[in-house]
C-alpha cells in the first residue's frame, strides 16, 4: 500500500517540529547577531521599540517654523536663526519664523511648518538679524509636522516573533537604535550522499560511475531555505560505513536533522535500508513520482530523512516534504509561490500518482520541460516551476489550468 | 520641470551599463568560484557540457538487462552475476539477462530492462550459477534505458551566459563534474549616508538626533540584490568632508557604483549637491513620491547615485531606479513579481506625480499600510508590497485595481 503524499508531509513536518522543539526545551532557540548579518534571518521573540520613532516633533519640509496661533494674528515675522541639523532646538522667540529643513526638530512652541515655497520671499537667505518674512495667515496646528511617536510609540511591539528581516524590517530596527538582533539559529542539518558510482565534481569517472550532484543540489536547496549545512560528504554503498560516518558526524557536529540520499529503494543493495531497518526510520513507498522511495524517522535522538539517489528526484523531495516543514515550523524560507496556469503541452501521468513534473512559466502558461524521468537533471536546470499533477486524471491537455510552485 | 519617472529610470540603466561595461573592457568581467560558493551567482558565459548525461546507457530500473533480440527467441535466461554500481559492465553472455539496479551501466549488448516484478520469480536472489529467470517475450528495443546523452550530449550548451545558478543549475553542473563556474563578479559599491543628525544604531542619541537607517537598509537591499557593499560610512554634513570621503573611498576601494543617501534636496544645507554641483552629477526633481530629489552622473569615472536621505524614500529610490537596472544589465537580481490586484481601501495621490505606497499584500487584496510619509519606516517594515499609483487619477477606489510590486 502506497502512503499518500499529505500523509508523508505530515510526519516529515512532525520530525521538524521535534527537531526544532529540542532545540527550544535546550535553551538553544535564539541567537545575537549583529544587524549587518541578520538579513533574512527571523525574529526569535517580538522586539519592543526602545524609543519613538520620530524621537521630536520634526518637519516634514524645508520651510518655517511657526506658532498656528500666531499666524492667525498677523503674516510678518522675524527670521530667527535656523535649527540646525542634528542640534537641540531652543524655544521659538516670540513673533519669530524659525528656518527649519526636512527632519529638523521643531523649537518648543511651533506647532506648523509653511514652506518656504509659500513664503516671500519664497527662498532662503543667510541669517542676518532683522530680516522678516510674510507667511500665509491661519496656518493649520500640525501642518507639515511629524509628531513624536507618530511611525511607532516606545514601548510598543516594533516586529513580532516570526518575521523575516528584509531590507524595510533592518531598516526599522536601524532606525530604532538596535544594534543586535536576536534571531532563531539556522537548523543544523548533515547530509550524506551515499553510492559507490558516485564521485565528487572535479574528480575523474571511471567506467559505470557518475558526479555525484546530490551534495551540491541539495546544499543549495537548504542554503537557500535558511539551514546550515555543516557537513556533505559521500559515503560508500557498505552499511557499516554509512553506520559509522553517520555515527561519527552525529557525535562531532550535532546535527538537528540528517538528510542522506541514495540506498533507501526496492534494489538488492539499499545502504542507507540496510543500515537503520529496524530502527526507529520507516522506509515508505510514497504515491509520488519521481520520489517514490522515502526514508523518515529518528536515528537515536536526530531527525533523519532519506532521499532517494536521483537528483531529480531528492530535489522533488526537498520541494515537497523538507521545504514546506522549514517554513511552516521555523517561518523560513518563504513559501513557493503557487499558480494556477494554462498548460502550454498535454502531459499523462500514470493513475493514483501524484507526479511532478518539471516546466518553465513565461508568465501566461506553463511548458513541460524534460519527460518524467528521475535522471533529467539538464530539464531540470532549464526549469522554474514544479507542475503539481495529483492523483486523478491520466491526461491533461493543453489549455488545462494545473498547480504550478515557482521555483 | 519635473522629470518622468521613466526617464529618470534610464539614466540610471545608462549609468549601470556604462559601469558594468568599462568592467568588461578592463577584463573584469568574469570571475572562477567553487561550486559550493556559487549559489544566485550568474554564469558569466555559455558553458559547454564536458561530459554526456548520462555518460554510459544505464538501467531505468531495478531489474534485468536481456537483448530485446533474445526476447522473441525465447522467454528462459541464465542469471548471469550482477552489474555492481560504479562498475564497467561486461558484454551480455548469449541466453544471459544480468541484474542491474536503478543507474548500473548496461552490458554491451543488452539494449533493454525487464523490471523485476514482471520477471519470474519476481525478486532478486543471490548470484549462483545455473538459476534462470523467465522473462515476458518480445520485450522493445530500448525499454527502460536510459540513452547514454539523453539528457545532455557532450559538446553542447549546457548553461547560457546569464543563467542564474540555484539548487537545479548548481545540480545540474555538478552532475557534469563541473568544480568551478565562471560568473560575473558582483558589483561593487560604495554607500555613503550623509547628516549631522545620523548616529549609528548602538550609540546614544543626543537631543535633535536621530539613528541611521540607511545604512542598514541600503546594505541589505543591496546585499539581497547580489551587489558587494564594499564600504558603508555616516559622512558628516560639511561638503568638504564628503568630497574628502569620497575621493578616498574610490581611491582605496575601487567601487563600480557610488550611493549616497541624504543631502540632495532644495533645503539650505544639502552636502552632496554642494559638494558635487557643477561636475556630472545631474541633480533632478522627480515627478514621484516619495523620492522626487535624485542625483545621478559620474564622479570621475565612476558612476554616481545620490538618493533622499528619509529611509522609505531611499528603499523607494532603490526599488524604482537602481534595482530594475541591476536586473537588467547583470541578470541578478531577479525582478520583483508584478501584479495587478484590487485595493482594500482607497487611497489619493497628488495630480501629476508617481506615487508609490507602502501595502500588506493577503493573497487577494493589497492593503495601504501608513500613509505617504517618507519616515514611515515602522509602517514599511509591515509592508511586503510596493502600490504603484502613476499619474492620473487622484482617488483610487476601494475594489479597484491596482499594480502591485512584492518586496
Given amino acids: 500500500m502506497r502512503r499518500a503524499v499529505s500523509e508523508h508531509r505530515q510526519q516529515v513536518l512532525d520530525l521538524v517540529r521535534s527537531a526544532w522543539?529540542?532545540?527550544?526545551?535546550e535553551g538553544r532557540g535564539e541567537e545575537a547577531v549583529p544587524l549587518a548579518g541578520a538579513l533574512h534571518r527571523v525574529l526569535a521573540r517580538d522586539l519592543t521599540a526602545p524609543v519613538s520613532l520620530p524621537p521630536f516633533a520634526n518637519s516634514q519640509m524645508d520651510g518655517y517654523a511657526v506658532s498656528s496661533r500666531a499666524t492667525a494674528a498677523g503674516t510678518v515675522f522675524a527670521v530667527a536663526p535656523p535649527v540646525p541639523a542634528g542640534r537641540a532646538a531652543g524655544?521659538?522667540?516670540?513673533?519669530?519664523a524659525v528656518p527649519v529643513m526636512t527632519g529638523a526638530m521643531l523649537p518648543a512652541g511651533a506647532d506648523a511648518v509653511v514652506p518656504v515655497e509659500q513664503a516671500v520671499p519664497d527662498t532662503f537667505a543667510p541669517f542676518e538679524p532683522g530680516r522678516t518674512v510674510v507667511l500665509p495667515a491661519n496656518v493649520p496646528a500640525g501642518q507639515y509636522v511629524r509628531a513624536a511617536g507618530s511611525d511607532i510609540a516606545a514601548g510598543t511591539c516594533a516586529l513580532p516573533a516570526g518575521a523575516m528581516l528584509k531590507a524595510g524590517q533592518l531598516g526599522l530596527l536601524a532606525a530604532l537604535g538596535i544594534a543586535e538582533v536576536p534571531v532563531r539559529p539556522r537548523l543544523r542539518v548533515l547530509l550524506l550522499s551515499t553510492g559507490d558510482e558516485v564521485v565528487a565534481p572535479g574528480g575523474t569517472l571511471g567506467p559505470g560511475q557518475i558526479y555525484d550532484a546530490n551534495t551540491t543540489l541539495l546544499s543549495a536547496a537548504l542554503a537557500e531555505a535558511g539551514c546550515d549545512v555543516a557537513s556533505a560528504r559521500i559515503v560508500a554503498d557498505a552499511p557499516e560505513a554509512f553506520t559509522r560516518a553517520l555515527a561519527e558526524d552525529v557525535e562531532r557536529l550535532a546535527p538537528d536533522l540528517v538528510v542522506s540520499s541514495g540506498g533507501i529503494s526496492k534494489g538488492a543493495f539499499e545502504v542507507v535500508k540496510q543500515a537503520l531497518a529496524g530502527g526507529g526510520v520507516d522506509f515508505a513507498s510514497v504515491a509520488m513520482q519521481p520520489g517514490g522511495p522515502q526514508a523518515a524517522g529518528t536515528v537515536g535522538e536526530t531527525a533523519f530523512l532519506g532521499f532517494p539517489g536521483n537528483p531529480v528526484s531528492s530535489l522533488v523531495s526537498f520541494e515537497m516534504f523538507l521545504r514546506p516543514a522549514l517554513s511552516s515550523v521555523l517561518a523560513v524560507p518563504a513559501p513557493r509561490t503557487v499558480l494556477q496556469v494554462p498548460l502550454a503541452a498535454p502531459v499523462e501521468s500514470p493513475a493514483g500518482i501524484h507526479q511532478v513534473r518539471r516546466g518553465r512559466y513565461d508568465g501566461a502558461a506553463v511548458?513541460?520541460?524534460g519527460g518524467p524521468g528521475s535522471h533529467l537533471v539538464h530539464?531540470?536546470?532549464?526549469?522554474?516551476?514544479?507542475?503539481?499533477l495529483p492523483p486523478g486524471a491520466a491526461r491533461r491537455e493543453a489549455g488545462e489550468n494545473v498547480e504550478v510552485w515557482l521555483i
Fill in 379 to 388: 530539464a531540470l536546470a532549464r526549469s522554474n516551476a514544479l507542475i503539481q
Fill in 91 to 96: 524655544p521659538l522667540p516670540p513673533g519669530c
Fill in 367 to 369: 511548458m513541460p520541460v
Fill in 21 to 25: 522543539q529540542r532545540r527550544l526545551a
